[in-house]
């Protein structure tokens, strides 16, 4: 994957979370493919919120493992 894209993935991901605080996996992938338009798979958004966990950006809600949380 381009770096570029990555960077783009990844901000528009914080984006969405940091004004909605909690999101479910398949709304965030819903989202970030309309909002980008760009041909993106199921792989490199995983990818992007993997390292945004890994970074301590994100985490996975505890209760609803399907749903992401931002972190202040």
């Not at 989202?31 to 760009?38: D, K, P, Q, T, Y």
Request: hydrophobic fraction near 35%; proline fraction near 3%.
């Amino acid at each position: 994957m381009i770096q570029e894209r990555k960077l783009a993935i990844e901000s528009q991901i914080m984006r969405l979370l940091k004004k909605e605080k909690k999101i479910a996996h398949y709304k965030l992938v819903k989202e970030v493919i309309n909002i980008l338009n760009l041909p993106l798979t199921s792989k490199d958004l995983q990818g992007c919120i993997d390292d945004l966990i890994r970074k301590d950006y994100i985490k996975r809600n505890e209760t609803y493992s399907d749903y992401y949380e931002y972190i202040p």
